[in-house]
């Protein structure tokens, strides 16, 4: 059943990569807040090593993770096979949220298809690989990605996505500040 790694090994990679979803999730600290859960699609994650994954992270109606984030850097990804052998395989880590606009940004976009709405990149430091069976998962056949947000995105334009993040992505639904709201807060003092 359950399996616990110190970091990803080639089979676990090799796994990831054949999933078409991921989910992330987070939470806030003091145990009132709400547990957060996204599934995410599309291209947008990479492996950076056996123990650091990314994600290129678009905009949303929310920004849940990053304001779990800046408050305490937990976070699971977590991908299951709907297709073939049935298993689930979590990364647990430390996560931290990179903006547009920095050097870690530049570094790291060009490992990505930078797809219209793509507002920061999270990059998740793992210390548990976590495998299980899955044995209840139900299969589900890939048909495509859907292109709604990414249409949305681009007739948004990036004044419209700005004015978008700042209003609905500054702040957790638990009030606690993103990192968007800490860099637009900077600029505003500044």
Not at 57 to 68: Q, R
Request: glycine residues 10%; negative net charge.
């Amino acid at each position: 059943m359950g399996k616990v790694f110190e970091m990803m090994l080639p089979e676990h990679e090799a796994f990831i990569a054949k999933q078409h979803m991921f989910f992330v999730g987070s939470a806030p600290l003091d145990g009132e807040g709400h547990v957060n859960l996204s599934p995410k699609g599309h291209d947008v994650l990479r492996i950076l090593s056996p123990i650091e994954v990314a994600y290129l992270d678009l905009t949303g109606s929310g920004n849940e993770t990053s304001a779990h984030l800046e408050e305490n850097g937990r976070i699971t990804l977590m991908f299951t096979a709907f297709e073939g052998p049935p298993m689930i395989l979590r990364l647990y880590g430390q996560g931290r949220v990179i903006l547009p606009g920095t050097q870690d940004w530049e570094d790291l976009a060009t490992r990505f298809t930078l797809l219209p709405g793509a507002r920061q990149i999270i990059v998740v430091n793992v210390h548990v690989v976590k495998t299980s069976c899955g044995f209840s998962v139900p299969f589900y056949t890939y048909e495509g990605e859907r292109d709604t947000l990414q249409k949305w995105a681009a007739n948004k334009g990036e004044q419209g996505l700005l004015d978008y993040r700042k209003e609905k992505n500054t702040v957790s639904m638990d009030g606690l500040t993103t990192t968007i709201g800490q860099k637009l807060s900077t600029d505003t003092a500044s």
